[in-house]
């Protein structure tokens, strides 16, 4: 290898750049000679190997075939006008601050105003909906969704998704209530260890951890109960732990008007520890500082030391 690698280097300046597939070259044709045939052949055409030859002429050339262009075409357009409406949400959820909405849900969308004002008939149908598409997915992993055990597993499946999702039904003004005191009081206030069960909005499984929630008054200080409310609500929504952090931080600030706030939190993902990589004792972390946290690394650096990030 080191031999290989040495030749190439000394016989092409090209050898640098592409060390590695030099190095996978020499390795399967086991001489310099062709190596440097090779170079020569692949800009006239694909004489010299197949493999390298072909997959070179086909990035050069527009397209073997012209039947091949216009679908190419089509689905670079599809991608270009998909991507920048993406693009578009993505950055209106995870913009810096973004305005928590006091008079609907805090990130509405058709969805969740259909589901908060539905009537009881509505809210039946959404049910019976739900019912099916569950024993579609029983149907469609091998089960007999006739069997006894899993009669009602339609039903208490789909209860317990709206649970899991009761945060779209809430927002931030009905939570707080008035509960925001005028007591002078601008020390930091911390409430560590606030459990979160939420659910990752791209596998649809939970991923559960802890929070922690801190903040320097101005003056005004609010209910300590609100604060787990406020994040139980933002868990209770398809997340991302990124997002939740985020949303969770920016509701207090828009709420309290406080100096700063910090919030942090540790969390282990089930569709990270049940499939894919499978590690279990993973833990992801995600923080966001606002205010005086984001400007003083001495207020930051107490509070993740009182919550006790940064003795692990
Ligand atoms: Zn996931």
Do not use: W
């Not at 979160?196 to 939970?206: K, N, Y």
């Not at 398809?238 to 600030?253: F, G, P």
């Not at 279990?280 to 946290?293: A, E």
């Amino acid at each position: 290898m080191a031999q290989f690698n040495s030749r190439s280097g000394s016989e092409s300046p090209f050898g640098a750049a592409n060390g590695g597939q030099s190095i996978q070259r020499s390795k399967s044709r086991n001489g310099s000679t062709k190596r440097s045939r090779e170079g020569e052949s692949d800009p006239a055409g694909p004489n010299g190997t197949h493999a390298i030859g072909e997959r070179r002429s086909s990035v050069s050339k527009p397209a073997r075939d012209f039947r091949d262009e216009p679908p190419k075409k089509k689905k670079r357009k599809k991608v270009r006008d998909v991507a920048p409406v993406e693009e578009a949400g993505e950055s209106s959820t995870r913009s810096p601050s973004p305005v928590i909405d006091f008079d609907g849900l805090s990130r509405p969308s058709v969805g969740t105003r259909e589901r908060l004002e539905e009537s009881d008939e509505q809210s039946k149908n959404r049910l019976e909906r739900m019912k099916g598409a569950v024993r579609t997915l029983l149907e469609c992993v091998g089960e007999d969704a006739d069997r006894e055990g899993l009669l009602a597993t339609p039903e208490r499946y789909a209860k317990a998704l709206l649970t899991f999702t009761r945060g779209y039904q809430e927002n931030v003004r009905d939570i707080v209530n008035g509960a925001i005191f005028q007591e002078g009081h601008n020390e930091m206030v911390i409430v560590k260890d606030i459990e979160i069960f939420s659910m990752c909005e791209h596998h649809l499984v939970p991923f559960t951890g802890k929070m922690h929630i801190g903040y320097i008054p101005a003056n005004a200080v609010i209910g300590i109960s609100k604060l787990p409310r406020i994040a139980e609500m933002f868990a209770r929504r398809l997340q991302i732990q990124e997002r939740l952090t985020k949303e969770v931080a920016n509701a207090i600030m828009d709420v309290l008007k406080p100096q700063g706030v910090a919030v942090v939190m540790e969390s282990s993902h089930l569709c990270m520890v049940m499939r894919g990589v499978e590690k279990t004792t993973t833990s992801t972390i995600t923080s966001c500082v606002l205010g005086c946290f984001e400007r003083k690394e001495k207020t930051r650096n107490e509070f993740l030391s009182l919550i006790g990030v940064n003795r692990r």
